[in-house]
């Protein structure tokens, strides 16, 4: 059984940056695509980035592309969300997700969930 742990959430001004991170407590061997999705309030869960296992293969939301950058090191079983340029309608609960079809943007593509991270930007 896949645990996910996320972290790096939090307060920020707008124009700033976050990283996020989510250490996975196993590596498998199928299932290796990681992403990241968020969720702000009364909107349904929406797409953020996703990564394949080599690192290769990478997807982003169009509203978040030129700003974040998802990242892996497949040794610490770990995956990066580093958000620049942050906007107020980036607050949301951000969610790491692990398996997938290639770099899918559907949550149903993805089995192993994290619990959340809140990220709140201000101004």
């Known amino acids: 059984q896949v645990q996910l742990v996320e972290s790096g959430g939090g307060l920020n001004q707008a124009g700033g940056s976050l990283r996020l991170s989510c250490a996975a407590s196993?590596?498998?061997?199928?299932?290796?695509?990681m992403g990241w999705f968020r969720q702000a309030p009364g909107k349904e869960r929406e797409f953020v980035a996703a990564?394949?296992?080599?690192?290769?293969?990478?997807n982003y939301a169009e509203s978040v592309k030129g700003r974040f950058t998802i990242s892996r090191a497949n040794a610490a079983n770990t995956v990066y969300l580093q958000m620049n340029s942050l906007k107020p309608e980036d607050t949301a609960v951000y969610y790491c997700a692990r398996g997938g079809v290639g770099v899918s943007v559907s949550p149903y593509d993805y089995h192993s969930w994290g619990q959340g991270t809140q990220v709140t930007v201000s101004s």
């Open positions: 990564i394949s296992w080599s690192g290769i293969s990478t």
């Open positions: 196993i590596r498998t061997a199928s299932a290796n695509t």
